[in-house]
């Protein structure tokens, strides 16, 4: 199983992006997939999940601007980022996981968004 990210690139501060994954290969089914971001010298931190059912979650500082979605049928999973902040500059990556809990069992390869001022 693969995912592929796509979307990233340079946007001015107040721009629009969205994100896409898309997976390739045997027909898993995940229960959650999401999306998270590393920023230079900092740690990779969750920007938002979804789970099977549409259950979604998203970090405090994206709340309001940024929206995660998922058709379960292709196991891809958009991120829709509106009003973007030069603080949100990072290489985004997907990933998705089998169980409902627990560490993701698949990543992919990170997609660059550049936010400018």
């Known amino acids: 199983v693969q995912l592929q990210a796509s979307g990233g690139g340079l946007v001015q501060a107040g721009g629009s992006l969205r994100l896409s994954c898309a997976t390739s290969?045997?027909?898993?089914?995940?229960?959650?997939m999401g999306w998270y971001r590393q920023a230079p010298g900092k740690q990779r931190e969750l920007v938002a999940d979804?789970?099977?059912?549409?259950?979604?979650n998203y970090a405090d500082a994206v709340k309001g601007r940024f929206t995660i979605s998922r058709d379960n049928a292709k196991n891809t999973v958009y991120l829709q980022m509106n009003g973007l902040k030069p603080e949100d500059t990072a290489v985004y990556y997907c990933?998705?996981?089998?169980?409902?809990?627990?560490?993701?069992?698949?990543w992919g390869q990170g997609t660059l968004v550049t936010v400018s001022s």
């Open positions: 979804i789970s099977t059912y549409s259950n979604t």
């Open positions: 290969g045997s027909g898993v089914s995940f229960n959650v």
């Open positions: 990933g998705a996981r089998i169980l409902r809990f627990g560490p993701y069992n698949y």
